[in-house]
T-cell receptor, first 117, second 113 residues
Framework: GAVVSQHPSWVICKSGTSVKIECRSLDFQATTMFWYRQFPKQSLMLMATSNEGSKATYEQGVEKDKFLINHASLTLSTLTVTSAHPEDSSFYIC?????????????FGPGTRLTVL | QQQVKQSPQSLIVQKGGISIINCAYENTAFDYFPWYQQFPGKGPALLIAIRPDVSEKKEGRFTISFNKSAKQFSLHIMDSQPGDSATYFCAAEWSGTASKLTFGTGTRLQVTL
């Protein structure tokens, strides 16, 4: 149990286009999901908290108009990178907390590699 | 206050040896400390986690040692294997932040034959 999937696993796009990344909790419901970005050989940086049925909460320094988040259902959150530029190239990873045992445990998706040409 | 410091940045261990990775935190409100393993091009996978009410937790070859007074915790990998070669991240969470994790900077472990 507690599987999180992402789609696509990799995407290449031209500068100026928008890219949508999906994050799904396959066998559990998640009212909250998290979006991270990770640059090569670096740690995960939290971008935003996705909340089902309400607006996402963005971390300081993250442009909410550039990284649009929609938590459409209890199993799906999407991240849209609008007007992507080469500096947006990164590894994007989502996670969802799964309640069980003594508390919530974060389970991560396999990540999406975005390359902007 | 939200920072989690992790060391070493990289580690080379011989097969069969013990790998030790250390983390330190400042925010005493943190109440959940997971370790994640990440292979290149993959998402992090939960390895083992501990809460402050215990000083040690062992699962197979992996052990977390937790020192609440020193605000430090460490991961020990016993009998390290080449398949353990990966990047390891410690993290800390405060239940009051709806499962929001603060990650350490990561340790790249290489287990040699």
């Amino acid at each position: 149990g507690a599987v999180v999937s992402q789609h696509p696993s990799w995407v290449i796009c031209k500068s100026g286009t928008s890219v949508k990344i999906e994050c799904r909790s396959l066998d559990f419901q998640a009212t909250t999901m998290f979006w991270y970005r990770q640059f090569p050989k670096q740690s995960l940086m939290l971008m935003a908290t996705s909340n089902e049925g309400s607006k996402a909460t963005y971390e300081q320094g993250v442009e909410k108009d550039k990284f649009l988040i929609n938590h459409a259902s209890l199993t799906l959150s999407t991240l849209t990178v609008t007007s992507a530029h080469p500096e947006d190239s990164s590894f994007y990873i989502c996670s969802a907390p799964y309640a069980g045992g003594r508390g919530d445990t974060q389970y991560f998706g396999p990540g999406t590699r975005l390359t902007v040409l | 206050q939200q920072q989690v410091k992790q060391s070493p940045q990289s580690l080379i261990v011989q097969k069969g040896g013990i790998s030790i990775i250390n983390c330190a935190y400042e925010n005493t409100a943190f109440d959940y400390f997971p370790w994640y393993q990440q292979f290149p091009g993959k998402g992090p996978a939960l390895l083992i986690a501990i809460r402050p009410d215990v000083s040690e937790k062992k699962e197979g070859r992996f052990t977390i040692s937790f020192n609440k007074s020193a605000k430090q915790f460490s991961l020990h990998i016993m009998d390290s294997q080449p398949g353990d070669s990966a990047t390891y991240f410690c993290a800390a969470e405060w239940s009051g932040t709806a499962s929001k994790l603060t990650f350490g900077t990561g340790t790249r472990l290489q287990v040699t034959l």
